[in-house]
């Protein structure tokens, strides 16, 4: 549904995005994540074909954004980073402008706003100004216009950015199942809300595509982490000793866990990244004293994040 | 087309909720008023001749409040970004803000006619020629509008794009009385040519000519065809 290829963006002599390739399949929500300035916003505009690539090629539903855009424009839907709302209109009259735009037949008009309105929940400000309405309003409106026509590619830059929590999870929940039959790409900073709602997560930083996969994938394609935390009943020098003599164990902090008096230390275990390590050292624990708990730490999303970004800033200072 | 009429309609809904527009209108028709009840009661002339002339300098100061907003408000507002991944058209998207634009040029055109009123109860006017100065002072009208949706798209600074406007308008209206100064043939037939004055004076003297009528339609072609170019340019 969409295909980038080698797409890069200049303004000047700036290179604002390098050579970026990736396809996004039919009904799938994939989650654009990157820091700020990361090349986000313009990747999305040049999908949407607000903007062209200066060089590679963008295709949405079959059409090349920079020859055919217009036919293109009636398979997307595009709510930008900040809604593109008229103040002077109330937001019946906004949808209304945006349906007939979009070419959405005059006859059907009428139910597709009803259809969008109880999407984003805008019954209460239906016949309100824009001017008027809050920021969850104003953004709100925002995605109900991109939802008009169901169309087959929706472009959502930081969707739910300015909401309140609940509105957070219905706004999700809109994305959910909108992208359970259409195509969904969303940018976002928010680490969790990929996790929550996208099948495969592409991680931009300086205008570069890092990876795209899974969040499974890109769990299992970083290393494990090298953290690994047990809790026991030990005497403390003897525990330490026990530890640094198991092979890959590096350092070790050792604290009694708050709240208890009994003894029980919390051990905290920096190891090197091979596997089997977390059970070497749960044997050579097991063997003298009593062993409350042990964990191996998994990359969170903010791990694997981090490690493409840092891992890119270690590549460019090289 | 349907994304032409999508895009006139926001446009006056637009423009009848904004109290500029309402501003913009009541300054252009007490500037009238006051001008006909100088030309036409102090001097005892049942001509509109003076009217319309004053009408055209006025309009080189209002078109540009009009012509102002058309995408300078749209860049500012960010609202660009939604109307350029619609499926419209550059030349759609400028010529439905255009006909919104010309829409309430008539309407404030419409609104000076009460003044016709006294005039063809105490008098016996030139119908012919009042419609002649009516339609001249649309055509420029619609022309100022067309160079002012130009500058507008050039910039995001609604003022920056009225006072250029205004600059520009100013040039056309003025560049005829250079004529005198030029020693060159060419120049001297250009200077009049260009001239928006000259060109509405033969309309106030009740001459439609297709020359005149041309003139300005050319002007607003151009300056149509330069908006949606650049609009198509930015992309």
Request: proline fraction near 4%; aromatic fraction near 10%; include cysteine.
């Amino acid at each position: 549904m969409i295909v980038l290829d080698s797409v890069s963006k200049r303004y000047g002599a700036k290179t604002i995005i390098h050579d970026v390739s990736f396809t996004v399949n039919k009904d799938e929500i994939v989650g654009f994540l990157g820091p700020n300035g990361a090349g986000k916003t313009t990747t999305l505009r040049m999908i949407a074909g607000f903007t062209t690539a200066t060089s590679g090629t963008v295709e949405v539903a079959g059409y090349d954004m920079a020859t055919e855009n217009y036919e293109a424009a009636r398979h997307i839907g595009y709510l930008p980073e900040i809604p593109p709302l008229y103040d002077t209109l109330d937001v019946s009259s906004y949808l209304r402008f945006v349906a007939k735009a979009k070419g959405i037949p005059r006859n059907e008009i009428d139910g597709e706003l009803e259809r969008v309105t109880a999407a984003c929940r805008l019954e209460a400000v239906y016949r309100r100004e824009v001017f008027k309405l809050s920021k969850g309003y104003r953004q709100r409106t925002g995605l109900a216009q991109a939802l008009l026509g169901k169309p087959d590619v929706l472009l959502l830059d930081e969707p739910t950015i300015g909401l309140d929590p609940g509105q957070i999870l219905e706004t999700r929940e809109v994305i959910r199942s909108f992208g359970s039959s259409h195509t969904v790409l969303l940018s976002t900073h928010i680490l969790p809300e990929v996790t929550l709602i996208c099948q495969r997560v592409a991680i931009i930083n300086n205008g570069r595509l890092l990876a795209i996969d899974t969040p499974r994938g890109l769990q299992d394609a970083v290393e494990k982490t090298n953290i690994v935390s047990l809790q026991t009943k030990a005497p403390e020098a003897p525990l330490r000793e026990e530890l640094l003599s198991v092979e890959g164990v590096e350092a070790l902090d050792i604290a009694p866990v708050r709240g208890t008096e009994d003894g029980l230390l919390a051990v905290t275990c920096t190891v090197d990244p091979r596997d089997g390590v977390e059970s070497a050292i749960a044997r050579a624990v097991a063997k003298r004293w009593d062993l409350y708990r042990l964990e191996r730490q998994e990359p969170t999303l903010e791990n694997i994040f981090l490690h493409y970004v840092q891992g890119q800033k270690v590549q460019a200072a090289a | 087309m349907s994304g032409v009429l999508a895009l006139y309609e926001k446009e006056i809904r637009h423009y009848f909720r904004s109290p500029i527009a309402y501003y913009v209108v009541a300054v252009f028709l007490i500037g009238t008023g006051y001008f006909y009840t100088y030309n036409v009661f102090l001097s005892n002339t049942a001509t509109m001749d003076a009217t319309f002339q004053n009408m055209g300098i006025l309009l080189t100061v209002v078109a540009p409040a009009i012509s102002m907003r058309l995408f300078a408000g749209e860049w500012s507002g960010r609202t660009m970004e939604l109307l350029a991944t619609l499926p419209l058209r550059p030349w759609e998207v400028v010529f439905g803000k255009f006909l919104g634009a010309v829409t309430m040029l008539l309407l404030m055109t419409a609104g000076t006619m009460i003044n016709l009123i006294p005039m063809y109860l105490f008098a016996e006017p030139e119908t012919t020629t009042i419609i002649s100065g009516y339609i001249g002072f649309i055509l420029m009208g619609m022309a100022c509008l067309a160079l002012g949706q130009f500058f507008s798209v050039l910039t995001q600074n609604q003022i920056v794009a009225a006072l250029i406007t205004v600059a520009v308008l100013l040039a056309f209206w003025f560049v005829g009385n250079l004529q005198n100064f030029q020693t060159s043939y060419l120049l001297w037939n250009l200077t009049g040519y260009l001239s928006f004055s000259a060109h509405f004076a033969e309309f106030i003297q009740g001459l439609v000519s297709s020359k005149g009528v041309m003139f300005y339609l050319v002007i607003c072609g151009i300056a149509l065809t330069l908006n949606a170019g650049y609009l198509q340019w930015r992309r």
